[in-house]
């Protein structure tokens, strides 16, 4: 099976950088991927890492540790518009490389 | 820019009635998904489909069928709905292969009295 785990909640600056982590055990590893939720919206795509190490773009970086079972989300220079839920998904091979999610983060962005 | 929609944003319907989501998606992917979205318990898959006519069940199936008799369209049939399927349900699809991210609709927020 797999278990996913991030915390539910968190509270940062605006301007701020903020690191929401994800640690997962899955038997097929085939990938993982972040997804930004505004309340009442889709989620939306914004990393995927597949091999160790970090992925840029723009102000969010995502890191990964096969090895660990561990992934974070960096957000750095925080906007108000930052504050929404972050999903880390897992795809899982043995699971017909579904998707495998988080109950996720909610990040709130305070003045 | 790619499009998944769905047909209903809000939808209200009665214990025992038969309910129909529909999804729609634009981008010719193979894979569409459905999840349902509950406070405290993520996204969970109830059904999902790699071709026309295919479909298969994910980790929450019971109550729910679907359909697939178009590449760009998926439908969620649920047979005679409950106040515990009372929910978030969101569409999603996606590629066959490669990074495959899953692109989804904007959700429709059913309501079971």
Not at chain 1, 98 to 106: C, D, M, S, V
Not at chain 2, 58 to 76: A, C, H
Request: charged fraction near 20%; hydrophobic fraction near 30%; proline fraction near 3%.
């Amino acid at each position: 099976g797999q278990n996913i785990d991030q915390p539910t909640e968190m509270t940062a600056t605006e301007g701020a950088i903020v690191q929401i982590n994800c640690t997962y055990q899955t038997s097929g590893f085939n990938g993982l991927f972040w997804y930004q939720q505004h309340a009442g919206e889709a989620p939306t795509f914004l990393s995927y890492n597949v091999l160790d190490g970090l992925e840029e773009k723009g102000r969010f970086s995502s890191f990964l540790s096969r090895s660990k079972g561990y992934s974070y989300l960096l957000l750095k220079e925080l906007q108000m518009k930052d504050s929404a839920s972050y999903l880390c998904a897992v795809r899982d091979q043995t699971g017909a490389n579904n998707l495998f999610f988080g109950t996720g983060t909610r990040l709130t962005v305070i003045p | 820019d790619v499009k998944v929609t769905q047909s209903s944003r809000y939808l209200v319907k009665r214990t025992g009635e038969k309910v129909f989501l529909e999804c729609v998606q634009d981008m010719d992917h193979e894979n569409m998904f459905w999840y349902r979205q509950d406070p405290g318990l993520g996204l969970r898959l109830i059904y999902f489909s790699y071709d026309v006519k295919m479909k298969e069940k994910g980790d929450i199936p019971e109550g729910y069928s679907v359909s697939r008799e178009k590449k760009e369209r998926f439908s969620l049939i649920l047979e005679s709905a409950s106040t515990n399927q009372t929910s978030m349900y969101l569409c999603a699809s996606s590629r066959l292969s490669g990074r495959n991210e899953q692109f989804f609709g904007p959700g429709t927020r059913l309501t079971v009295l």
